[in-house]
Nanobody, 127 residues
Framework: VQLVESGGGLVQPGGSLRLSCATS????????IGWFRQAPGKERERVTC????????FYTDSVKGRFTISSDSIKRTVYLRMNRLRPEDTAVYYC?????????????????????WGKGTLVTVSS
């Protein structure tokens, strides 16, 4: 099983980035795929989740209306489009796969539900 994140970098406040999570080694549509982030000195927190089977999604309140998660089952890739970035979005962003697919809801989506993790990609929002 592999999850490989890409697309991180340095961006100014108000800017945009698109992260990608390329996956292999598991049945893509049988799992939920989520993004988490960990800022320096802080605990890892959930960001968003998608179930490729039916495209249902969950977003944490701080990113609603700014971030969009999507999936491409043919490419086995999940994307995170991040708009109107803020300095507080600075973190290492991790992609994770877990399940069952119904885990992408407020009461169930957290790091304990995820089985497989990528190594992360750094996003820095700064002027």
């Amino acid at each position: 099983v592999q999850l490989v994140e890409s697309g991180g970098g340095l961006v100014q406040p108000g800017g945009s980035l698109r992260l990608s999570c390329a996956t292999s080694g598991f049945s893509f549509e049988d799992y939920a795929i989520g993004w988490f982030r960990q800022a320096p000195g802080k605990e890892r927190e959930r960001v968003t989740c998608i179930t490729p089977f039916d495209d249902s999604t969950f977003y944490t309140d701080s990113v609603k209306g700014r971030f969009t998660i999507s999936s491409d089952s043919i490419k086995r890739t999940v994307y995170l489009r991040m708009n109107r970035l803020r300095p507080e979005d600075t973190a290492v962003y991790y992609c994770a796969a877990g399940g069952p697919p119904g885990v992408c809801v407020d009461s169930m989506f957290d790091h304990d539900a995820m089985y497989y993790w990528g190594k992360g990609t750094l996003v820095t929002v700064s002027s």
